[in-house]
């Protein structure tokens, strides 16, 4: 019962995460089961291999200085609202390890729906902060996503059931403020009405 929970508490954690970066998820599985920081399951192995921590880490950066620039961000973000939510179910498959055909189908939609909210989250919250004239709301913005990732990944492959437990409070916390976002982002894209004098 415990390794069927810390299964999909590692799902979970890693789905949530690849909402918000892909690269760095995929890169931490890589790094951490190549260096065996935590005795992963056999079926970690997928991330264990040269190419793919090279390209996740290689776009990393990229995501890293394309995340820092207002409005870049909101382009990236664009292009990735296919690739982020394909990826968090591609990962929550791939560390599910062997299961039947429905099994694999239902945690694919799992993790393909909890990528699919923490990018649109990240997105809308993004739109919204590039209102402001200044950049550093949307830097620190940036750099907090960052630290969430790094830091909800290491939960993940180290206590995944607490992970678990963070990703449910955090889509409690998604739901609660998504209402603001929609507001938010309706007021900056909304056109004033021009008065039509008599």
Do not use: C
């Amino acid at each position: 019962m415990l390794e069927i929970l810390a299964t999909l508490g590692r799902t979970m954690g890693f789905s949530f995460a690849a909402g918000i970066n892909l690269y760095a998820t995929v890169a931490i599985l890589g790094i951490a089961k190549r260096f065996g920081w935590v005795d992963l399951p056999e079926q970690f192995r997928v991330f264990d291999n040269d190419v793919v921590i090279g390209v996740a880490i290689v776009l990393y950066v990229i995501e890293f200085i394309a995340d820092k620039i207002p409005w870049v961000d909101s382009v990236w973000d664009a292009v990735h609202t296919v690739i982020r939510p394909i990826g968090g179910a591609v990962i929550a498959v791939a560390t599910l390890g062997d299961a039947s055909p429905a099994v694999k189908g239902l945690v694919a939609l799992l993790g393909g729906t909890l990528a699919t909210g923490t990018h649109l989250t990240k997105a809308g919250t993004r739109a919204a902060a590039n209102t402001s004239p200044e950049p550093f709301s949307n830097w620190a913005l940036s750099l907090a996503e960052d630290v969430f990732v790094i830091g909800l990944s290491a939960l993940a492959l180290k206590y995944p059931i607490a992970a678990a437990l963070v990703v449910i409070a955090a889509v409690v916390m998604m739901v609660w403020f998504a209402a603001w976002i929609v507001r938010a982002v309706k007021r900056r894209w909304s056109t004033p009405q021009m008065a039509i004098s008599p």
